[in-house]
C-alpha cells in the first residue's frame, strides 16, 4: 500500500474539489494514484474532473500568425509572467511563428535545426535567453495549409495565453472573405469555450462509457442537494453522448413520442410541427457530454439558443454554400503542465550533493 500523504490530498482535493475524507479514501482504495483516484471520485459523484487550469505552472504566450494559404499556432513558455509582458519577448514570439510557417518546420527538433537570420534558431533562441536573461522554451506548435476552396483563421484572446487556429471548406470563391470572418467569430467561441474535438465522432468509445458513469454520479449528487433545497431535479440521461444513439434508439424515441400524441389526443396532421422538436429535445438531453467537449455540440456563444453545428448550418444557408469545418487546434499557455513541487530544503540538499 502506497503512502498517502497530506500533500498528495490537498492536491487531489484543489484539483476536484471533492472533501478532505474523501480524497484520502479515493487515494487509499487506488493505492496512491492520482489519475485513478480522480476517477474514482467522479464515478461516485464525490468531484468535478480535474481542473487542469488550477495545476498550471507554465508562464510564457502563444503566437498566431495567418497568410493567405496557412495559419500557425505557437506555444513558447517562459520561467515568469513578468518576462510574458516583456516587449523582446513578445517581438521573439512573432517572429518564431511566422519562421515555423515560412520553414515548413513539423516538429521542435526541426524547428531548432532551421536556419533564421543566418543561424540556427537554436542558436537564435540562446541569444534570446541571454538578452532576456530567463529561460525560454519552445514548447509546441501547430500549422493548418489550405488548398482551393478552403478558409483560415486564426485568434489571440486578450491576455495573450489562449490562440486558436482553424480551416473549413466551402464550395463558392466568391464567399471566401464572409467565409474568413465567419471563422473568426468561431476562433473566438472555441477560446471561451474549450472544445476538446471536432464533433462526437472524434471520441472514444470507452472513454464516453467512463464519462457517462461519472455524469450519471455527478447529477445524482447534484440531486440530493436539489431535494433538500426543493428544486427541481436533473433528469438523468440514458446517455451521454449521440456516439452512444444508434438509429434503433431514435426510432424508439420517436415512437414513444408518437405514443405520447396519441394519449394526449394531439390531432396526427399537427405532428410533424411536434415531432422534430421533441427529437432534437430527447437528443439534446442525452448528449451532455458532446456540449462540453465538442465543437459541434456546444451551444454558440453568440447564440446560446443554438448549437455551432446549427449556426454553421444556418450560415450555409445564407451564404447559399457549404460551410465543413475540417480542423481546428487550441492552445492554452501551460495546458496540462503539472505544477512544479517547490522544495527549498531538497533542492539544496540535492545541490550539495552534486
Known sequence: MAEITAAMVKELRESTGAGMMDCKNALSECNGDMQKAVEYLREKGLGKAAKKADRLAAEGLVGVYVSENAASLVEINSETDFVAKNDKFIELVNTSVKHIQASKVSSVEDLQNSNIDGMKYEDYLKNQIATIGENLVVRRFATLNAANNEALNGYIHTNGRVGVIIKAKFNNAANKEKVEEFLKHLCMHIAAMKPSVLSYKDLDKDFVEAEYRALCAELEKENEELVRLKKPLHKIPAFASRLQITDDILKNARENIENELKAQNKP??????????????????????????????????????????????????????E????????????????????????????QIGK
Do not use: C, H
Open 323 to 350: 460551410i465543413v469545418i475540417e480542423s481546428f487546434t487550441r492552445y492554452e499557455v501551460g495546458e496540462g503542465l503539472e505544477k512544479k513541487a517547490d522544495d527549498f530544503a531538497a533542492e539544496v540538499a540535492a
Open 268 to 321: 396526427e396532421k399537427i405532428w410533424d410541427k411536434i415531432i422534430p422538436g421533441q427529437m432534437a429535445r430527447f437528443i439534446s438531453d442525452n448528449s451532455i457530454l458532446d456540449s462540453r467537449l465538442t465543437l459541434m455540440g456546444q451551444f454558440y456563444v453568440m447564440d446560446d439558443k443554438k448549437t455551432v453545428e446549427e449556426v454553421i448550418a444556418d450560415k450555409s444557408k445564407e451564404m447559399n454554400d
